[in-house]
């Protein structure tokens, strides 16, 4: 029948008071099944929640007709059962799979002129525990046209033991939800294209709506949305949030893609002359005359060739002259060569670029190793300690391939080398090296630098691949 959606399933849904009966949409229960109301049971009474028999029998009322015309429709209304019964034990049922349909340009009326009416010798009559009434507000009604109604004096009912059906050449059968409807449930004309139970949802189900349907939905969906990084995360990167990505070691950038590993292993590098050395020459002179491009690269520091190296200066000498007694005096070179020069800053206020060189036919998907040793070259009196930022970026586009920074180069009690750098994988040809200071100038930030170098890790071969 339609709007109705019981399941004979042999399991107690939600809508069934027992197992396929019961509720607004299944049939009524036989004695003994579980209930909530009377019209749950095919007895129509239901005590502590349980069907069963009346204390007192119902008389049988039966209802003749004088002959009630009605119309055959060309396509009559039919619905078929299994094993339509009206024992007490098996009340009539109607098979969901086959509901019944009204075609609405054709609906079965009956004629005003010949009603279908109770005979007087036997009025119908219930209980006065439980009487079943129609009121008159809400009549039970067929078409809206021609309504048929029963007096509110004589409500029609069936008994459980002869419930009432039609002749074989007028197949419409009704469940006993619709002969006995209640005030809260009015038997809705067939024409209807929604049925007052589909129209109207029980609090029940708007609360199960509510949970299961879209507050449900919402909070599964909170709870399985996963962060979204766009551009996504590369490199073995993970996105733990809205565009952020947690970077494996060696990797940083916003999406990992900046190669940040440090120096090669000492077994990785081989004793090979490195593609690129700079150790700024040697000489008898404590100022070297050689300009940065002599040795191919660029800085943004002004060159002194004589003492004294102020704020924003640099030299090359080769060996620390005395500058105001804050400086390690007469420590030379890394190098080692008599008279060798090594690269002085004394860094300004502002950051600026101690060194960009380039470096041309690099083999691609190689690593190398971009090196140099630096050292503080001011005594222990709690200054401003130099800080290197090492880059390297392509040379055409100047994207940024490998970032590392050194941390601080300590204050020494002797002046003291060591060795600071990065790694990386070629993805260019042709890159360039910078070396950029990473913190304020004034009070320290006093640097010496040697033996800048660019070498392959991990291979055994120079490194270097000549463009064709």
Same mark, same amino acid.
């Given at each position: 029948?339609?709007?109705?959606?019981?399941?004979?399933?042999?399991?107690?849904?939600?809508?069934?008071?027992?197992?396929?009966?019961?509720?607004?949409?299944?049939?009524?229960?036989?004695?003994?099944k !579980?209930?909530?109301?009377?019209?749950?049971?095919?007895?129509?009474?239901?005590?502590?929640?349980?069907?069963?028999?009346?204390?007192?029998?119902?008389?049988?009322?039966?209802?003749?007709?004088?002959?009630?015309?009605?119309?055959?429709?060309?396509?009559?209304?039919?619905?078929t059962?299994?094993?339509?019964?009206?024992?007490?034990?098996?009340?009539?049922?109607?098979?969901?799979?086959?509901?019944?349909?009204?075609?609405?340009?054709?609906?079965?009326?009956t004629?005003?002129?010949?009603?279908?009416?109770?005979?007087?010798?036997?009025?119908m009559?219930?209980?006065?525990?439980?009487?079943?009434?129609?009121?008159?507000?809400?009549p039970?009604?067929?078409?809206?046209?021609?309504?048929?109604?029963?007096?509110?004096?004589?409500p029609?009912?069936?008994?459980p033991?002869?419930?009432?059906?039609?002749?074989p050449?007028e197949?419409?059968?009704?469940?006993?939800?619709?002969?006995?409807?209640?005030?809260e449930?009015?038997?809705?004309?067939?024409?209807?294209?929604?049925?007052?139970?589909?129209?109207?949802?029980?609090?029940?189900?708007?609360?199960?709506?509510?949970?299961?349907?879209?507050?449900?939905?919402t909070?599964?969906?909170?709870?399985?949305?996963?962060p979204?990084?766009?551009?996504?995360?590369?490199?073995?990167?993970?996105?733990?949030?809205?565009?952020?990505?947690?970077c494996?070691?060696?990797?940083?950038?916003?999406?990992?893609?900046?190669?940040?590993?440090?120096?090669?292993?000492?077994?990785?590098t081989?004793?090979?002359?490195?593609?690129?050395?700079?150790?700024?020459?040697?000489?008898?002179?404590?100022?070297?005359?050689?300009?940065?491009?002599?040795?191919?690269?660029?800085?943004?520091?002004?060159?002194?060739?004589?003492?004294?190296?102020?704020?924003?200066?640099?030299?090359?000498?080769?060996?620390?002259y005395?500058? !105001?007694?804050?400086? !390690?005096?007469?420590?030379?070179? !890394?190098?080692?060569?008599?008279g060798?020069?090594?690269?002085?800053?004394?860094?300004?206020?502002?950051?600026?670029?101690?060194?960009?060189?380039?470096?041309?036919?690099?083999?691609?998907?190689?690593?190398?190793?971009?090196?140099?040793?630096?050292?503080?070259?001011?005594?222990?009196?709690?200054?401003?300690?130099?800080?290197?930022?090492?880059?390297?970026?392509?040379?055409d586009?100047?994207?940024?391939?490998?970032?590392?920074?050194?941390?601080?180069?300590?204050?020494?009690?002797?002046?003291?080398?060591?060795?600071?750098?990065?790694?990386?994988?070629?993805?260019?040809?042709?890159?360039?090296?910078?070396?950029?200071?990473?913190?304020?100038?004034?009070?320290?930030?006093?640097?010496?630098?040697?033996?800048?170098?660019?070498?392959?890790?991990?291979?055994?071969?120079?490194?270097f691949?000549?463009?064709?």
């Amino acid at each position: 029948m339609k709007g109705c959606d019981c399941r004979l399933n042999g399991k107690r849904n939600k809508k069934e008071t027992d197992i396929d009966c019961g509720g607004k949409k299944c049939p009524p229960c036989v004695n003994g099944k !579980h209930c909530l109301v009377d019209r749950d049971c095919a007895s129509e009474f239901c005590k502590d929640g349980r069907c069963a028999q009346r204390a007192t029998r119902k008389p049988s009322v039966t209802a003749t007709t004088k002959a009630v015309k009605t119309t055959t429709a060309k396509k009559p209304i039919t619905t078929t059962t299994e094993e339509v019964t009206s024992t007490t034990e098996e009340p009539m049922t109607t098979t969901p799979e086959e509901p019944m349909t009204t075609t609405p340009e054709e609906p079965m009326t009956t004629t005003p002129e010949e009603p279908m009416t109770t005979t007087p010798e036997e009025p119908m009559t219930t209980t006065s525990e439980e009487p079943m009434t129609t009121t008159p507000e809400e009549p039970m009604t067929t078409t809206s046209e021609e309504p048929m109604t029963t007096t509110p004096e004589e409500p029609m009912t069936t008994t459980p033991e002869e419930p009432m059906t039609t002749t074989p050449e007028e197949p419409m059968t009704t469940t006993t939800e619709e002969v006995m409807s209640t005030p809260e449930e009015p038997m809705s004309t067939p024409d209807e294209s929604t049925t007052t139970e589909e129209m109207i949802a029980t609090p029940e189900e708007l609360i199960s709506v509510t949970t299961e349907e879209t507050f449900g939905a919402t909070m599964e969906e909170l709870i399985t949305a996963e962060p979204v990084c766009n551009p996504g995360c590369q490199n073995g990167g993970t996105c733990i949030a809205d565009s952020t990505c947690s970077c494996p070691a060696d990797f940083s950038g916003p999406t990992c893609e900046v190669q940040s590993a440090g120096l090669c292993v000492d077994k990785d590098t081989f004793d090979v002359e490195p593609i690129l050395k700079v150790t700024f020459g040697k000489g008898s002179r404590p100022f070297s005359i050689a300009s940065p491009s002599e040795f191919n690269f660029t800085t943004t520091y002004t060159q002194r060739r004589e003492p004294t190296i102020d704020d924003g200066y640099f030299a090359f000498i080769n060996s620390i002259y005395n500058h !105001h007694d804050a400086w !390690h005096t007469g420590a030379k070179d !890394h190098t080692g060569d008599e008279g060798g020069y090594m690269y002085v800053v004394n860094a300004n206020f502002e950051p600026g670029q101690f060194y960009s060189g380039k470096v041309d036919n690099l083999c691609v998907g190689l690593r190398y190793e971009f090196s140099v040793y630096l050292a503080n070259i001011c005594k222990k009196a709690g200054r401003i300690d130099p800080n290197v930022l090492f880059e390297v970026r392509s040379a055409d586009g100047n994207e940024l391939l490998a970032q590392l920074n050194s941390g601080n180069v300590p204050e020494r009690d002797t002046l003291t080398w060591e060795k600071y750098g990065v790694s990386f994988i070629a993805t260019h040809s042709s890159v360039k090296l910078l070396m950029i200071s990473n913190t304020r100038g004034g009070s320290g930030n006093d640097i010496v630098i040697d033996d800048i170098a660019l070498r392959v890790c991990a291979h055994k071969g120079s490194g270097f691949c000549p463009s064709e």
